[in-house]
Structures are given as structure tokens and as C-alpha cells.
Nanobody, 123 residues
């Protein structure tokens, strides 16, 4: 059993910063890609950023140069540093990860979601 737990959301003024964390717990052999998604009211969930096991990153155009995704493999934790926040960044932010569980030779791969953390950007 694996759980992803997000933290770090809250209310911030436009132009401010927040740092989200996503901690994975359970019988984890390896975490492959870790993603951050967000979903605003009335909108579809959208990919914000991705980081692979080797540290390669990709960002959606609407957060490039403002958000930074990182990970600490020793802690099984991913982070999303959000700077220069705008009101349109208001959404529930979700962590998503492809995780390998078990022990060699019995390994399995599944995709897990966190419960989400609310980010509100407002003056």
C-alpha cells in the first residue's frame, strides 16, 4: 500500500510564493516520474510539471519560469516551488507518481494520486 500526501497549500497574495510537498509512504522500491496537476473550479485537471527519476523536468507553458519542480529521492518526496503566483493559479493541486513497489523479483508498477491541496491566490 502506497500513499501520497501533499502539503503546503494555502492563501497567498498575487506575486507571492508557496512551496508544495508530496511525500510518498509505503513499500516503495522506486519512484519513477512524479507530476503535479491542478484543477480549478469548473475546469479539467491539467498537468503543471513533471520530473523523472533522473531529474529531467518538463513544465506546462503557463508556469514556465515561475514554478520549479524538484525531488528528494532519499526522502521519497517531491516539491513544487511556486513563485510570482497569479489569481489564475488558484486551484487544487494534486501530486501524481508512478511507483514501483515490492521486492525483486516481484515488482509491480502503479500510478498513485494524492488527496490534493488547495492553493488560493487572492488579495
Amino acid at each position: 500500500q502506497v500513499q501520497l500526501v501533499e502539503s503546503g497549500g494555502g492563501l497567498v497574495q498575487p506575486g507571492g510564493s508557496l512551496r508544495l510537498a508530496c511525500a510518498a509512504a509505503g513499500s516503495i522500491f522506486r519512484i519513477n516520474a512524479m507530476d503535479w496537476y491542478r484543477q480549478a473550479p469548473g475546469k479539467q485537471r491539467e498537468l503543471v510539471a513533471r520530473i523523472t527519476n533522473d531529474g529531467s523536468t518538463n513544465y506546462s507553458d503557463f508556469v514556465k519560469a515561475r514554478f520549479i519542480i524538484t525531488r528528494d529521492n532519499a526522502k521519497n518526496t517531491g516539491y513544487l516551488q511556486m513563485n510570482s503566483l497569479k489569481p489564475e493559479d488558484t486551484a487544487v493541486y494534486y501530486c501524481n507518481a508512478e511507483i514501483v513497489t515490492g521486492e525483486i523479483p516481484r515488482l509491480s508498477v502503479d500510478v498513485y494520486w494524492g488527496q490534493g491541496t488547495q492553493v488560493t491566490v487572492s488579495s
